[in-house]
């Protein structure tokens, strides 16, 4: 399958990134078919070739979360923003309860305030 996905290039602290067409298989730093544009997130530059992008996709390529987001807010597809990352458990925590918790973050567009619960005050014992 082909997916259209970030590499890094940038140097140390200076990030870079190329959108490149590669195989899902292949190593995110390895090899790729094509280069379809660049993004530098420090400059906030972004160059992508709309025509190429568009040919693949219709091909059947698949885009990345981050690389579908930079491709809406840039007009070149038309399709409503994905959540391209989600956070990590809490110890004791399932999966569903998390999937719930997101679920319900993204319909009020609100984040869940934690309740942190004092630790138990122990009791004293008085000697006579």
Excluded: C
């Amino acid at each position: 399958m082909l997916v259209i996905r970030l590499q890094r290039v940038g140097k140390k602290n200076q990030p870079s990134y190329r959108v490149v067409l590669a195989e899902k298989t292949a190593p995110v730093k390895g090899k790729f078919i094509e280069i379809l544009g660049n993004y530098n997130p420090v400059l906030k530059s972004k160059n992508f070739k709309k025509d190429r992008i568009s040919y693949w996709l219709s091909k059947g390529a698949q885009a990345s979360p981050t690389v579908h987001n930079l491709l809406v807010s840039e007009k070149i597809i038309d399709k409503p923003k994905v959540k391209a990352w989600t956070p990590k458990r809490k110890e004791g925590e399932k999966e569903s309860e998390v999937k719930a918790e997101i679920k319900e973050e993204a319909k009020t567009g609100e984040k869940k305030e934690e309740i942190k619960e004092d630790a138990p005050k122990k009791e004293t014992i008085k000697k006579e």
